[in-house]
């Protein structure tokens, strides 16, 4: 374990924009503050969002996260089910930065569904918490915990968050603190999209890309994605019949004129390349 206090060398300098910043950060091992150094050097942006996120919305957070990986942007967000874990993965799977900030013990497993997430990024990346070994969760230490998610990062993403979330409390922190808030717009009828909706309404950046992100960071993003899957014949129709519509495997191959073998051929190919996913009520949703 590294032990970084508040005054030293090597404590994160944008923690001192904070009000009221940590007075330590503990580190899990086996990183040392040299190595959390680089992991927490920008460009840096957070992303939060629900943990009963849609499996769509999990989907999203992994892509953006892996490809801003890919574009040197690294990610912090507080290893939590849904969005955070899904972010946690993406970044991870480019090998790219990512963070994980605890709202217990860097000792504590929690939640349990994240350990093996937690173990791995304490090797690749970097799992702290500004409370001692041994402190458990409770649910005043997790808002507490977002104050250093939105002041380490360069902008707050939000992406599926019920109108009274803790990712909206990160993003009103990011706000606070002069830092960039994107939030991804969604259905108005779907309990995931108050949140983030009623961002975009108090001026909130709209974020449908990853080009989207590194323009606010000023970032040139270039070109079209070159990891962008090409999908061309059959698939292209499938994709793009399910973009005007998420529906049911049997609904699409009756829509585009398939057999049900044909059909499921072709979702297959659009799951393989990480276009499309499958909801638990069975709809197939586009991912981009």
């Given at each position: 374990?590294?032990?970084?206090g508040?005054?030293?060398?090597?404590?994160p300098?944008?923690?001192?924009?904070?009000?009221?910043?940590?007075?330590?950060?503990?580190v899990?091992?086996?990183?040392?503050?040299?190595?959390l150094?680089?992991?927490?050097?920008?460009?840096?942006?957070?992303?939060?969002?629900?943990?009963?996120?849609?499996?769509?919305?999990?989907?999203?957070?992994?892509?953006?996260?892996?490809?801003?990986?890919?574009?040197?942007v690294?990610?912090?967000?507080g290893?939590?089910r849904?969005?955070d874990a899904g972010?946690?993965e993406?970044?991870l799977e480019?090998?790219g930065?990512?963070?994980?900030?605890?709202?217990?013990?860097?000792?504590?497993?929690?939640?349990?569904?994240?350990?093996?997430?937690?173990?791995?990024?304490?090797?690749?990346?970097?799992?702290?918490?500004e409370?001692s070994?041994?402190?458990?969760?409770?649910?005043?230490?997790?808002?507490?915990?977002n104050?250093?998610?939105?002041?380490?990062?360069?902008?707050?993403?939000?992406?599926?968050?019920?109108?009274?979330s803790?990712?909206?409390?990160?993003?009103?922190?990011?706000?606070?603190?002069g830092?960039?808030?994107?939030?991804?717009?969604?259905?108005?009828w779907?309990?995931?999209?108050?949140g983030?909706?009623?961002?975009?309404?108090?001026?909130?950046?709209?974020?449908t890309?990853?080009?989207?992100?590194?323009?606010?960071?000023?970032?040139?993003?270039?070109?079209?994605?070159?990891?962008?899957?090409?999908?061309?014949?059959?698939?292209?129709?499938?994709?793009?019949?399910?973009?005007?519509?998420?529906?049911?495997?049997?609904?699409?191959?009756?829509?585009?004129?398939?057999?049900?073998?044909?059909?499921?051929?072709?979702?297959?190919?659009?799951?393989?390349?990480?276009v499309?996913?499958?909801?638990?009520?069975?709809?197939?949703?586009?991912?981009?």
């Amino acid at each position: 374990m590294t032990v970084i206090g508040f005054g030293s060398g090597d404590y994160p300098e944008r923690l001192c924009d904070l009000a009221n910043p940590p007075d330590r950060l503990f580190v899990r091992a086996p990183v040392v503050a040299e190595r959390l150094a680089v992991l927490l050097a920008p460009p840096l942006v957070a992303i939060v969002g629900s943990r009963n996120a849609s499996v769509a919305g999990v989907a999203f957070a992994r892509r953006l996260a892996g490809e801003l990986a890919a574009s040197g942007v690294g990610v912090v967000s507080g290893l939590a089910r849904g969005i955070d874990a899904g972010a946690h993965e993406g970044a991870l799977e480019r090998g790219g930065r990512t963070v994980a900030v605890l709202g217990c013990g860097i000792d504590r497993d929690y939640p349990a569904a994240t350990i093996p997430l937690a173990r791995r990024i304490a090797t690749e990346g970097a799992v702290l918490s500004e409370y001692s070994p041994g402190t458990p969760p409770a649910p005043f230490r997790f808002p507490e915990r977002n104050r250093i998610v939105a002041a380490l990062a360069d902008a707050t993403i939000v992406i599926e968050a019920a109108a009274r979330s803790g990712a909206l409390i990160t993003a009103r922190l990011a706000l606070d603190l002069g830092r960039d808030v994107l939030a991804v717009p969604g259905a108005p009828w779907t309990t995931g999209s108050g949140g983030t909706n009623a961002l975009l309404k108090d001026g909130a950046l709209a974020l449908t890309e990853t080009a989207d992100v590194l323009i606010a960071l000023g970032i040139d993003p270039g070109a079209a994605r070159v990891d962008d899957p090409l999908i061309t014949g059959p698939a292209s129709k499938v994709l793009a019949a399910l973009r005007r519509e998420p529906v049911s495997a049997d609904v699409l191959a009756a829509r585009c004129g398939l057999t049900p073998a044909g059909a499921a051929a072709l979702i297959v190919q659009l799951e393989l390349a990480g276009v499309i996913v499958r909801e638990t009520d069975g709809r197939l949703v586009p991912t981009r």
